[in-house]
């Protein structure tokens, strides 16, 4: 859907509107299981459904535009996930395993790393590998790359400022390009 369409969405869902809360639905929730699924592993679902059931429940004292929305969403799934991890005295979601993708190898070259990873991590495969990174470079990384998010939306939705966002997404993408090169029998070190 368009921005504006999202947009028009989101205030009907604030005024009660069953289609338009299905509309922000089908935009969002592929990223927000995406973004559950790095930190809980296959507990996703769960984390989302829950995560869903209170932005429905909250949906109408809810102030601010799209990006807010967004970031909103997040929070709560994020929240969702932390009371999850916590209730099973888990410190770190376990990542599946490392499985390669070479297009991220080239995420640390010039340019902003973190709008680079918008375009280029979406798929699953790249969120396994983002979650073996420690957890606040993962969390900065799936904020502004899957789920879209801008540097300050996800520092509100981290409790940080956009500079440190900006900065354990950069240092978080480094480091996976440094893994995949790794992997893939690459000789150069990134710095």
């Given at each position: 859907m368009e921005p504006d369409d999202l947009e028009d969405a989101l205030r009907k869902a604030i005024g009660g509107d069953a289609a338009g809360f299905v509309a922000l639905y089908r935009e969002l929730q592929p990223r927000?299981?995406?973004?559950?699924?790095?930190?809980?592993?296959?507990?996703?679902?769960?984390v989302t459904g829950e995560a869903w059931l209170q932005i429905a429940r909250d949906l109408p004292s809810f102030f601010g535009d799209l990006d807010g929305f967004r970031g909103w969403t997040a929070s709560i799934t994020r929240h969702r996930a932390l009371d999850l991890i916590k209730a099973r005295n888990r410190r770190q979601a376990e990542?599946?395993?490392?499985?390669?993708?070479?297009?991220?190898?080239?995420?640390?070259?010039?340019?902003?790393?973190?709008?680079?990873?918008?375009?280029?991590?979406s798929t699953a495969q790249a969120v396994e590998?983002?979650?073996?990174?420690?957890?606040?470079?993962?969390?900065?990384?799936?904020?502004?790359?899957?789920?879209?998010?801008?540097?300050?939306?996800?520092?509100?939705?981290?409790?940080?400022?956009?500079?440190?966002?900006?900065?354990?997404?950069?240092?978080?993408?480094?480091?996976?390009?440094?893994?995949?090169?790794?992997?893939?029998?690459?000789?150069?070190?990134?710095p």
């Open positions: 927000l299981f995406r973004y559950a699924w790095a930190l809980v592993g296959q507990d996703a679902d769960d990542p599946r395993g490392l499985q390669v993708l070479p297009e991220l190898a080239d995420l640390t070259a010039a340019g902003d790393t973190a709008e680079a990873a918008i375009a280029a991590l590998i983002i979650a073996s990174l420690p957890r606040d470079q993962a969390e900065a990384v799936l904020l502004r790359a899957v789920v879209g998010l801008s540097a300050e939306v996800a520092g509100v939705v981290l409790n940080k400022r956009a500079g440190a966002v900006r900065v354990a997404a950069h240092r978080g993408l480094k480091t996976l390009a440094r893994q995949i090169d790794r992997v893939s029998g690459g000789a150069e070190d990134h």
